[in-house]
């Protein structure tokens, strides 16, 4: 069993910065791909940021390349994910969520767990 809760969520204007972290406790964090999905009001659950269980590999969405960046800490067992360059566009409730499988990493069905998400809100 893994346990993740994310933090670092809020209200920032457009344009500004956001880091996201997402803590996890249970089995070994590195045996894990971590991403970060996202879901919008009235939209569905959607792909943002994936990287390997060593955090040497990143993926992301086109919407949020260039500006996101994701990365894991494994001493603290903690993955990340660095906001910039903020739109209204991108306010949701963001989610991470571990990886067992390591493929399929911007596959919701591939995930094996998720935390409860965190709220970020940019406005214009």
């Known amino acids: 069993q893994v346990q993740l809760v994310e933090s670092g969520g809020g209200l920032v204007q457009a344009g500004g910065s956001l880091r996201l972290s997402c803590a996890a406790s249970?089995?070994?964090?590195?045996?894990?791909?971590m991403g970060w999905f996202r879901q919008a009001p009235g939209k569905e659950r959607e792909f943002v940021a994936a990287c390997n269980g060593s955090g040497s590999n990143t993926y992301y969405a086109d919407s949020v390349k260039g500006r996101f960046t994701i990365s894991m800490d494994n001493a603290k067992n903690t993955v990340y994910l660095q906001m910039n360059s903020l739109k209204p566009e991108d306010t949701a409730v963001y989610y991470c969520?571990?990886?067992?499988?390591?493929?399929?990493?911007?596959?919701?069905?591939?995930?094996?767990?998720w935390g409860q998400g965190t709220q970020v809100t940019v406005s214009s």
């Open positions: 249970g089995r070994t964090f590195s045996s894990y791909a």
């Open positions: 969520a571990a990886n067992s499988r390591l493929f399929g990493l911007a596959m919701q069905s591939q995930y094996d767990y």
